[in-house]
């Protein structure tokens, strides 16, 4: 008999990282999580979505938030 557990964690790596900081501070910064070999937005946090930013979003093709000031990209 196989079983299986299937668990969905589409924030993980954002929740891994401010996790120590305070929930207010993490809210004022739009943070993207890109992957490195393809250049794709992966995850993103809440204010980032308001201000456009959308998942799959290949970086190349969106210069305006790869330059922008107040964003914090990782990779």
């Known amino acids: 008999m196989l079983l299986w557990l299937y ?5 993980l790596q954002l929740d891994t990282l401010f996790h120590s900081q305070d929930n ?24 980032a979505l308001e201000q456009g ?11 305006r938030f790869a330059r922008s000031s107040s964003a914090s990209i990782r990779s």
């Open 53 to 63: 930013v959308q998942l799959g979003w290949d970086l190349a093709a969106q210069p």
């Open 7 to 11: 668990l969905h964690f589409p924030t």
């Open 24 to 47: 207010d501070h993490a809210t004022e910064v739009a943070v993207a999580i890109v992957d490195g070999r393809r250049h794709e937005v992966v995850q993103a946090n809440q204010y």
